[in-house]
């Protein structure tokens, strides 16, 4: 997995491409977000347009990255979730749990 | 044992998270051999890491000299994964519910649900020695 990230109206914008299963890149994905956090960066978007797939790790770390957002003031929002990952979402029910837009731009607008 | 060791249609690595990785780029590789569509390998190899994550830090307790062993193997009607660990037995879904409300929020305890979900059959053998776990996809 790769990672890398800007800031767009004052929302900062994760974008990991490859897969998330655990190991070495599951960790930057999750020190990253808590960088966020720790910077007061409140409003963050996952954009998960080039995540072909993840597996349970990977939903672990959007947990972990929602509830301390929200526990400080913040939100986490997802866009452009693939087909492969939204069927995750929905097994796991964490659909009911995770905003989640069509585009970055949408993810944006919601903020 | 200091890196993952391939022999044939069996990869073997210590137990680290490190090397999921390489148990996944095997795994696939074959399964592309197969002919399956991305769809179908996305799910087993989603599977196996789950399982691998399990054998790694609940049966080998992530003791570095104890391995886990990944067989893949395509038979008539189905692909089937044998994953060994070295552990001393463990009951993986010995969790709470990951669908009830109030674990939703939960970090971890999702992997075997998930298994379950994505193929068609996970049969679970813990023994003293360590857990096998067989994942089958059938082919449709």
Same mark, same amino acid.
């Given at each position: 997995m790769k990672l890398s990230d800007y800031e767009k109206d004052g929302v900062f914008i994760l974008e990991p491409k490859g897969k998330i299963m655990g190991g070495p890149d599951a960790t930057l994905l999750h020190e990253k977000l808590h960088e966020c956090i720790d910077q007061g960066k409140k409003k963050v978007i996952i954009?998960?347009?080039?995540?072909d797939w993840m597996n349970s790790t990977g939903l672990g770390i959007l947990i972990s990255g929602l509830t301390t957002l929200r526990n400080n003031d913040g939100e986490l929002k997802l866009a452009n979730v693939t087909d492969k990952i939204q069927s995750l979402l929905t097994i796991t029910k964490l659909v009911t749990v995770f905003e989640a837009y069509d585009s970055v731009e949408e993810a944006l607008k919601s903020f | 044992m200091t890196g993952p060791i391939i022999k044939n249609n069996t990869i073997t690595i210590p137990s #680290?998270? +490190?090397y999921l990785p390489d148990v996944d780029n095997f795994v696939e590789d074959i399964l592309e051999k197969y002919g399956l569509n991305k769809s179908v390998i996305a799910d087993i190899a989603i599977s196996v890491t789950e399982v691998v994550v399990n054998a790694i830090i609940?049966?080998?307790?992530? /003791? #570095?000299e104890k391995v886990v062993t990944v067989t893949v193997d395509k038979t008539k009607t189905a692909i089937e994964i044998v994953i060994i660990d070295q552990g001393e037995g463990f009951n993986?879904? +010995?969790? +709470?519910?990951? /669908?009830d409300d109030a674990n #939703?929020?939960?970090?971890?305890?999702?992997g075997i649900f998930i298994v379950k979900s994505l193929m068609d059959d996970l049969k679970i053998e813990p023994s003293l020695t360590g857990t096998r776990f067989t994942l089958t996809k059938n082919l449709q």
């Open positions: 954009n998960l347009s080039g995540v | #680290l998270e +490190d609940h049966g080998n307790k992530s /003791i #570095l993986p879904e +010995d969790v +709470d519910n990951p /669908i #939703l929020l939960k970090e971890v305890g999702r």
